[in-house]
């Protein structure tokens, strides 16, 4: 069966540090992946998303960047992280298009900018 | 433009009685319409989802919702919530245009009370 991995759960970290948050599925291939941020009473934004190893879109302009160097894993990064940084980031997956195929959700990292 | 409105940020139910969380949207083609669940400090899990087949949805859980195209509406129902269903809601509207993007709302918290 295929699981979704994301680590840290909780991280909490200086504004002006680097970010790196990580995501790796198991039990599929060529899975499209996707980064996720929820902010405190809001709904779900849509960072980055992915379809093949090396191909990375990107849906908000951010402080943030996204990378897959391999089939199953999905990195999140910062350089220098702001405040406005901080948030629940979920990572998930999906076989095909969101719309047609269900997403599959990691535990999500909780990421504090202090 | 599509959007998505969940129409009560909480909503508080006796153990036992029916639950309606009402979410209302907006879309320029036929939508595609999901609800997500999303229990403490985890991922979303699908419940239900509307692709433009019976307009009456069966999802996990005894959970249901209805899509009324005249009044726009995708309200989900359960006769009778059990103390497992307290968790956060979402519901979530595809553009139709074959995006990767899916539309969240801002989410309702359900509150079950003994």
């Known amino acids: 069966s295929q699981t979704i991995h994301q680590w840290p759960a909780t991280l909490v970290q200086p504004v002006g540090s680097p970010l790196s948050l990580e995501c790796t599925v198991e039990g599929t291939s060529n899975p499209n992946l996707y980064w996720y941020r929820q902010a405190a009473g809001r709904g779900l934004q849509l960072l980055f998303y992915?379809?093949?190893?090396?191909?990375i879109s990107s849906e908000v302009p951010q402080n943030l960047s996204a990378s897959r160097p391999q089939d199953r894993q999905f990195i999140l990064s910062s350089k220098k992280l702001l405040l406005s940084d901080s948030g629940f980031y979920l990572c998930?997956?999906?076989?095909?298009?969101?719309?047609?195929?269900?997403?599959?959700f990691g535990s999500g990292t909780q990421l504090s900018v202090l | 433009a599509q959007s998505v409105t969940q129409l009560d940020s909480h909503v508080s139910v006796s153990e036992g009685t029916p639950v309606l969380l009402r979410c209302n949207y907006s879309?320029?083609?036929?939508?595609?319409l999901f609800w997500y669940v999303q229990h403490p400090n985890k991922g979303l899990q699908l419940l239900l989802k509307?692709?433009?087949?019976?307009?009456l949805v069966k999802g996990i859980n005894g959970f249901e919702a209805e899509f009324k195209k005249s009044e726009t509406s995708f309200h989900l129902t359960k006769p009778s919530a059990h103390m497992s269903d307290a968790a956060e809601y979402f519901c979530?509207?595809?553009?139709?245009?074959?995006?990767?993007?899916?539309?969240f709302g801002s989410g309702t918290r359900l509150l079950v009370r003994p």
């Open positions: 979530v509207v595809s553009p139709g245009d074959s995006s990767y993007k899916l539309i």
């Open positions: 509307y692709t433009s087949a019976a307009t």
């Open positions: 992915s379809v093949g190893i090396g191909q």
């Open positions: 879309s320029s083609y036929s939508p595609s």
């Open positions: 998930a997956w999906s076989e095909g298009r969101p719309t047609n195929e269900k997403l599959f």
